[in-house]
Nanobody
Framework: QVQLVESGGGLVQAGDSLRLSCAASERTFRISTMGWFRQGPGKEREFVATISWNGGSTDYLDSVKGRFTISRDNAKSTVYLQMNSLKPEDTAVYYC?????????????????WGQGTQVTVSS
């Protein structure tokens, strides 16, 4: 069982930056594809970013490309989401997810474990 704990959310103004962290409880983190998803008010959960087990490959939602960066530190079993130039439409609960022994994935059904989420609110 992999436990994921997100942190780093908060209330910021448009144009500000935030860095989300997701700490994993198990050593299997090192062989897991990791992803970030978000769910805004009244919206369905959507893919934001994903990173391969070794950090060599990444993929992003088009609307966050150039603003968000996903990275990971396998020694710390932690994945990060650096969010710059935040916009009000980025307001959502952000979730990290782990996909064991898999390639990059943008569908939430392809992930096996989920964190509890962290709220990001961007004011205009």
């Amino acid at each position: 069982q992999v436990q994921l704990v997100e942190s780093g959310g908060g209330l910021v103004q448009a144009g500000d930056s935030l860095r989300l962290s997701c700490a994993a409880s198990e050593r299997t983190f090192r062989i897991s594809t990791m992803g970030w998803f978000r769910q805004g008010p009244g919206k369905e959960r959507e893919f934001v970013a994903t990173i391969s087990w070794n950090g060599g490959s990444t993929d992003y939602l088009d609307s966050v490309k150039g603003r968000f960066t996903i990275s990971r530190d396998n020694a710390k079993s932690t994945v990060y989401l650096q969010m710059n130039s935040l916009k009000p439409e980025d307001t959502a609960v952000y979730y990290c997810a782990a996909r064991l022994l898999g390639t990059l994935a943008a569908k939430d059904s392809e992930y096996h474990y989920w964190g509890q989420g962290t709220q990001v609110t961007v004011s205009s």
